[in-house]
Each structure stands twice: as structure tokens, then as C-alpha cells.
Nanobody, 131 residues
């Protein structure tokens, strides 16, 4: 069982990046997917959490990324993506994907507030936004 995060790098303010989270050993289909980040000297922050089974409220985005970040999933590749647009220097952090691998109906916000519930974590990928 493994989550492999990738796609980080150095980007100028206003630019875009797409992070990938590839799962092996289990399926993402009925899972809750979370993206978290941690900047130096700051606490870990839930950026986006998505539970497709939750219906209304299935996606939570932190206020700081609302309108700029989106999540998608390719079931055939068993991979989730975090599309990040209009990046700002404040987005600089190590980004982690995480998965709660059981089908539930709780909202995305429920999971972003409870990172300890996630079963699997990727290794983290550095995103640096700088000119």
C-alpha cells in the first residue's frame, strides 16, 4: 500500500502547478482524498478534502485557496490531482496527499479538520512560489 506524491517545484507568482497522488494497493474510488500543506514554522493546514460520496459538502477548500485550487481524480490511473492556479508566495509549503480508504458520507470539511483519520500519507512534495 503506497501513496506517491509528485509534481512540486519552483514556480513564479501567478503560475500554476498540478500535483499528483498515485495510489497502489488500494482503490481511490470510494476514498476520501485530502491535500495538506505545511510551511516552515507553521502548523499543517488542510487545503482541500474531497469525499465524492458525501454529496453536498463533498469538497472543502481552505479560504486561502478558494477559487484557485481544484481536485480531480483519474480512476483508471488510480491517481488524484491537485490543480493549483494563480499561485502566491504564501502557497509555498510541502504538500502532502492523504487518503481515508473507507466509504463514508462525511463532508470534506469533516476530514480536513481531522487529519489523524487518514490511513495513508504520501511522502510530501515541495512547492515554492517565488520570483
Amino acid at each position: 500500500v503506497q501513496l506517491q506524491a509528485s509534481g512540486g517545484g519552483l514556480v513564479q507568482p501567478g503560475g500554476s502547478l498540478r500535483l499528483s497522488c498515485a495510489a497502489s494497493g488500494f482503490t481511490l474510488d470510494d476514498s476520501t482524498i485530502g491535500w495538506f500543506r505545511q510551511a516552515p514554522g507553521k502548523e499543517r493546514e488542510g487545503v482541500l478534502c474531497f469525499n465524492s460520496a458525501a454529496g453536498v459538502g463533498n469538497t472543502y477548500l481552505a479560504d486561502s485557496v478558494e477559487g484557485r485550487f481544484t481536485i480531480s481524480r483519474d480512476n483508471a490511473k488510480n491517481t488524484a490531482y491537485l490543480q493549483m492556479n494563480s499561485l502566491k508566495p504564501d502557497d509555498t509549503a510541502v504538500y502532502y496527499c492523504a487518503v481515508y480508504a473507507r466509504k463514508t458520507y462525511d463532508s470534506g470539511l469533516y476530514y480536513c479538520l481531522r487529519p489523524y483519520m487518514f490511513d495513508y500519507w504520501g511522502q510530501g512534495t515541495q512547492v515554492t512560489v517565488s520570483s
